[in-house]
C-alpha cells in the first residue's frame, strides 16, 4: 500500500493517484486507487465511475458490493462520507488487494485526516508543485512519513518542466519527476510517460522488498511452497510474486491486521526520542 500524499490541496494527488495506477495496470502490475479524502473526493469523478459503493460499503461483506473498474481496468474505491467514522486499519485490509498495488489518495493538510493514511501505508509518494509553499507543505509530509518509519519512494513535481536542485533537496527526495502542464493530463503521451516512470520506481521496490522477503525466509529456514503466479481470484496458500518473483504467501485478513499492528508499533518505538521539527505537532524530526 502506498500513499499518494503532499501537504498542499490542488497539487495534483487525484490526477497523481490515477495516473500511476492506470500505467501500474498497463504494465500487468495491477493497480487499485482508493481515494481517503472525504473532504474533497474527486477520484470517481476523475475516473468517471459512480460514487457508490464507497470505502465504508466495501467493507461490509454482507452488503454484496462489488469494487467498480474504469475504462483502463483500474479499479476504483470511492472515498467514505466520513475517514473519522471509519475504523481505517480494518477498511484498508477489507480492500487489500490480492494481487497489484493499492495507492491511497490521500488529503491535504497535517492533521488526523492527513496523518491516518500515512500510517496505514507502506511507502509514500510525494506530490507537490514547484511553488515554494506547496514544496515546503510537501517536504513536512515526507518528514512525517519518514518519523512514522514510512519510507519516500520518490517525488512528483507537477505543473513544471523540470525538477530543480533545490526544490529535489527540499523534499529530500533521490527520485523526481516532472509533470509538464497539459489541459488533459491523463491523455497526454507524455505525461503517460512519466506515470510509466514512477510505475517503475514502485516495480523496483517490490523487486527489493520480494529480495528482503526471501533472504529472511532463508536465514529463518522456513519451508515456502512455490506456486504458479496467482491470478486474479485465485485462492492459492503462496504464490509467486507476479512482478518481482519473491514469495508473498496468502495471509488472511487477521493476519495483514496483525502484521499492521506490528508494523505501527515499531514505528512507534523508532520514533521516541524524536522532537516537532515544526510548530503546530504533526511532522517529527530526526535531530535530536
Known amino acids: 500500500m502506498i500513499a499518494i500524499a503532499g501537504g498542499k490541496g ?12 492506470r500505467s501500474l495496470e498497463a504494465s500487468g502490475i495491477g493497480g487499485r486507487a482508493i481515494d481517503l479524502d472525504a473532504g474533497m473526493p474527486n477520484l470517481h469523478r476523475m475516473a468517471d465511475v459512480d ?31 466520513a475517514l473519522a467514522a471509519l475504523d481505517l486499519s480494518s477498511a484498508l485490509d477489507a480492500v487489500q488487494p490480492r494481487d497489484g498495488v493499492a ?28 511553488r515554494e509553499e506547496s514544496v515546503e507543505d510537501a517536504a513536512k509530509t515526507g518528514r512525517m512519513a519518514r518519523s512514522l518509519g514510512v519510507p519516500v519512494l520518490g ?14 533537496s527540499e ?18 503521451d507524455r505525461v503517460r510517460e512519466c506515470y510509466d516512470a514512477v ?21 529463518s529456514d522456513t519451508t515456502v511452497t512455490v506456486r ?26 487477521d493476519e495483514r491486521a496483525t502484521d499492521r499492528r506490528d508494523r505501527r508499533s515499531r514505528r ?8 516537532s521539527s515544526w510548530r503546530g505537532g504533526g511532522a517529527l524530526s530526526g535531530r535530536r
Do not use: M, N
Open 228 to 253: 504458479k503466479p496467482a491470478i486474479r481470484g485465485d485462492r492459492s496458500e503462496s504464490r509467486t510474486c507476479p512482478c518481482c518473483g519473491g514469495i508473498r504467501p496468502a495471509r488472511s485478513s
Open 268 to 275: 512507534s518505538r523508532a520514533a521516541r526520542g524524536t522532537r
Open 103 to 130: 495507492l491511497f489518495d490521500c488529503p491535504a493538510g497535517a492533521g488526523p485526516a492527513a496523518t491516518a493514511p500515512l500510517r496505514e501505508a507502506e511507502a509514500v509518494i510525494l506530490v507537490s508543485t514547484s
Open 171 to 188: 523534499l529530500a527526495a533521490e527520485q523526481t519527476v516532472a509533470i509538464p502542464t497539459r489541459g488533459e493530463p491523463l491523455t497526454d
Open 10 to 21: 490542488g497539487c495534483g494527488k487525484t490526477t497523481t493517484t490515477l495516473g500511476i495506477a
Open 199 to 219: 510505475a517503475g520506481w514502485i516495480e523496483t521496490w517490490l523487486q527489493r522488498r520480494g529480495r528482503e522477503k526471501y533472504s529472511e525466509a532463508e536465514r
Open 51 to 81: 460514487r457508490e459503493p464507497p470505502l465504508a460499503a466495501l467493507v461490509d461483506e454482507e452488503g454484496g458490493a462489488e469494487i467498480q473498474r474504469d475504462s483502463h481496468g483500474v479499479e476504483i474505491v470511492p472515498a467514505p462520507r
Open 155 to 168: 517525488a512528483v513535481v507537477t505543473r513544471t518542466q523540470r525538477v530543480s536542485r533545490g526544490v529535489a
